[in-house]
């Protein structure tokens, strides 16, 4: 039940057709874990509580520092050096201090993971590095937890719903063996609008999760790119790799594939970069295709009538552009490695 207090609080909310004082309620008693409370973290987590979520975890073991106070907006100069969970509860509860709040001042890890976890209801990824989001997908998997998922790089977003209704996992497009772990704000430096924009589409969605609403994000992975018209997005569908056993057969190749075997291939190197990106730097044999042109219909047919002739090489410095045009030419299958 509300009590008087919160019906005035939310008041505005309640109003709405979509969500009402069931509605209300219904975000009161779920639970979520915010694990990371950096760019991501900090602007999912105030709109969390304030919106009335009843039971807020807050995870993560790092202290606040003089750089992360133009994007982690729970912060304030004089929490430098603190711990961030207990800076960003004592904010929080300024906000609402009827949410419950605990802290877990600890890494994720698969000793820890499971008792953590098996708490909550939604578990939201506000981390910076890959291991801690392989060891989330596959504990969210065993326990059949939803696991929403957000990432920044430079000026583009990403977020999902993963492990939702038996849709797509995490590594459905990410596997362990060919992600880099580098921590992406220190190598390459980030915008706090950016991580804000994407920590308010995740919230957006556990609230969506909450009220039984309509999940655009499920099984699709959205890709914002907030310095090209600022809310241009791209949604790419994402199909589950399903494995089948074949028996193997013995098959005699006929003249067509004897002929096409003799061809020798040549190596070509497909550069990802956007055209203002690779004017600064060519690689030897290669063209440039920028990734909103890979997945053109013309490109792929394209690809299609040489891929007997080159064995195709994705060549980005930014591991995410590789990594998804990987999936679109997996997806068409056209045979290629990431350089």
Known sequence: MLSENEIQLYKKQINLAKIGIEGQIKIKKTKVLVVGAGGLGCPLLIYLVASGIGKIGILDDDTVQTSNLNRQILYRSNNVNTCKVIAARESLKNINKDCNISIHKYKLNIDNRIEIISYYDIILDATDNFTTRNIID????????????GAVNDFD???????????IRYTNIYSLSSENHDNVCNRIG?????????????AVETLKIALGLDKKSQDYLHIHKIDNRFTKSKYIKLTRNIVRKIPKEKKTKNAYQQKESLVEKYSLTINIKNKEE????YRNKSINI????L????TIKLLEKYKRYYNFQLYCPNN????????ILEKNAIEHQII
């Open 278 to 281: 690779s004017t600064k730097k």
């Open 290 to 293: 920028p990734l909103f042109k």
């Open 157 to 167: 977003g990403q977020i999902s719903i993963f492990n939702y209704q038996n849709g």
């Open 320 to 327: 995410s552009r590789n990594l998804l045009a990987s999936k």
């Open 295 to 298: 997945k053109l219909y013309k």
């Open 190 to 202: 980030i915008m706090g609008i950016t991580t804000g924009y994407i920590g308010i589409l995740q």
């Open 138 to 149: 596959k504990t969210c998997y065993e326990l059949n937890k939803i696991y929403i998922y």
